[in-house]
Nanobody, 123 residues
Framework: QVQLVESGGGLVQAGGSLRLSCAAS????????MGWFRQAPGKEREFVGG????????NYAASVEGRFTISRGNAKNTVDLQMNSLKPEDTAVYYC????????????????WGQGTQVFVSS
């Protein structure tokens, strides 16, 4: 089992920045690729970005490419999502998730999930 806890959400004005963090515990964190997803009210959970077990590879949804950056610190068992140039349409609950292999963009492919953290971007 891997336990994931997100933090860092909040209210920010459009154009601002937030940094989300996900702390992992349980099985060896460095064995897992990590992903960030988000879910807005009335919408399906969507892929935001992912990072490989060693941080050497990342991928992003087109909607956040160039604005969001994922990083991880295996020594501290954390994965972060730096969000810049935020837009009202980025408003959602953000989740981190873990899986064995990097590259999946479908939520159902991930094995472990955090409880989510709310991000609200005002216009």
């Amino acid at each position: 089992q891997v336990q994931l806890v997100e933090s860092g959400g909040g209210l920010v004005q459009a154009g601002g920045s937030l940094r989300l963090s996900c702390a992992a515990s349980g099985r060896t964190f460095s064995n897992y690729a990590m992903g960030w997803f988000r879910q807005a009210p009335g919408k399906e959970r969507e892929f935001v970005g992912g990072i490989s077990w060693n941080g050497g590879s990342t991928n992003y949804a087109a909607s956040v490419e160039g604005r969001f950056t994922i990083s991880r610190g295996n020594a501290k068992n954390t994965v972060d999502l730096q969000m810049n140039s935020l837009k009202p349409e980025d408003t959602a609950v953000y989740y981190c998730a873990a899986k064995a292999f990097f590259g999946a963009v479908v939520a159902a492919s991930y094995d472990y999930w955090g409880q989510g953290t709310q991000v609200f971007v005002s216009s």
